[in-house]
């Protein structure tokens, strides 16, 4: 199968830009951002990347932003290395100062961090390297030196759950998510509230694994969750995802005729889904509920290195700017039910449905609809 390429969303994110909503802090945020310590000299910029523990190849989400900070290298000419872009690789928790540490005293003027568990010690350390630009992925830090980079992941998720409920043939899809989070809790609102909105009555099941590098506790939880019925199940797990799909992968191989598909996360994972049956290629990914990290650094990187760089902000993307969207990679999804997503996109970003991103959002908007 040929894969659907996003060729015009990039170039025209890239061509004009993100719409950029500063969501601001808890007491509002600043309007402006503050352009404190390095930037502007196009010549010199440097820029690099902490992962978290679900490492640069998670397939996912930090392999996401590494393309993003790759591709920002070579289209500014930019070499792997110090003075050009880089990432150091975050194998516990432990790791995360001494990473942030190691990059500023490489003397790269952008840092990112990825993932909310890098916010402590990002805020430890932008207090010590005031001169240093420091990006937060999905988390808030309030300092001039910080820009906080957050997603509405909620209403790509919501589009995944329309597309489970309008495609399971058992009325029985799940959820594995990583660790219990602000931001996994986003894309489990988002996804029970589409299913139900298409039809309430279906099952969701829910797995928590407690973790985003432990590909075994996904394939142990996409294995009970295939076995009680589901046919569809949605992970937002980092690498634990990968044992997603090891598990529909493998049912597939048993019986190539197995109902079974996955919905990938953060980045398109079609690829992921690849699997070999008696010479016959097939594929267990259904669609993939992208969140483009790659994208918003690459936008902020170019406004730091333009000498606007929105320190002291929150940046949030969303469908409206494209920041993120649902994949159609693979041809997988009917007809009936891309024409169901679109309307239902148009909704969302016409502000008529407003997907819910919290707990307490999510059950009020179920409890409207009549799930129990």
């Not at 993100?18 to 969501?23: E, F, K, P, S, W």
């Not at 992941?153 to 329309?162: M, P, T, Y």
């Not at 279906?202 to 928590?208: A, D, G, L, R």
């Amino acid at each position: 199968m040929k894969k659907k390429r996003l060729s015009i969303l990039f170039a025209l994110l890239l061509t004009t830009g993100l719409v950029l909503g500063a969501c601001g802090s808890k007491d509002g945020g600043k309007e402006k951002g503050t352009d404190s310590g390095k930037g502007g000299d196009k010549e010199s910029f440097s820029v690099a990347m902490v992962t978290d523990v679900g490492g640069v190849d998670d397939k996912s989400f930090n392999q996401s932003a590494w393309t993003g900070i790759k591709e920002f290298g070579k289209e500014n000419g930019m070499e792997k290395g110090d003075g050009g872009f880089d990432y150091l690789q975050s194998k516990s928790d432990a790791d995360y100062v001494s990473n942030l540490n190691a990059l500023a005293r490489r003397n790269f003027d952008l840092i990112f961090g990825i993932g909310y568990k890098l916010a402590e010690p990002i805020e430890e350390i932008a207090d010590q390297r005031k001169n240093v630009h420091f990006g937060l992925v999905d988390s808030v830090v309030e300092k001039d030196n910080v820009v906080s980079i957050m997603f509405k992941e909620q209403e790509s998720s919501f589009l995944a759950g329309v597309a489970a409920a309008l495609e399971t043939k058992t009325k029985n899809v799940g959820f594995v998510g990583g660790m219990e989070s602000d931001v996994i809790k986003r894309f489990e609102a988002g996804f029970r509230a589409g299913v139900a909105s298409v039809d309430p009555s279906i099952k969701v099941q829910i797995n928590y694994t407690g973790a985003f590098d432990k590909a075994d506790l996904g394939k142990s939880a996409a294995n009970q969750m295939y076995s009680n019925g589901a046919d569809i199940i949605f992970h937002a797990s980092g690498a634990t995802g990968n044992g997603v799909f090891a598990e529909a992968k493998e049912r597939k191989q048993k019986d190539p005729n197995a109902n079974v598909w996955v919905i990938g996360v953060d980045s398109d994972q079609y690829d992921e889904g690849t699997v070999k049956v008696d010479g016959k290629d097939y594929n267990v990914t259904l669609t993939s509920a992208l969140k483009r990290v790659d994208l918003a650094v690459k936008d902020i990187a170019t406004k730091s290195m333009n000498g606007e760089f929105p320190g002291g902000t929150t940046v949030t993307y969303g469908l409206a700017d494209g920041g993120v969207e649902l994949a159609h990679t693979g041809n997988h999804l009917s007809e009936a039910t891309l024409t169901a997503v679109n309307e239902w996109k148009e909704k969302i970003i016409n502000g008529e449905v407003t997907p819910p991103g919290t707990q307490d959002e999510m059950k009020k908007f179920l409890k409207d609809l009549g799930v129990k």
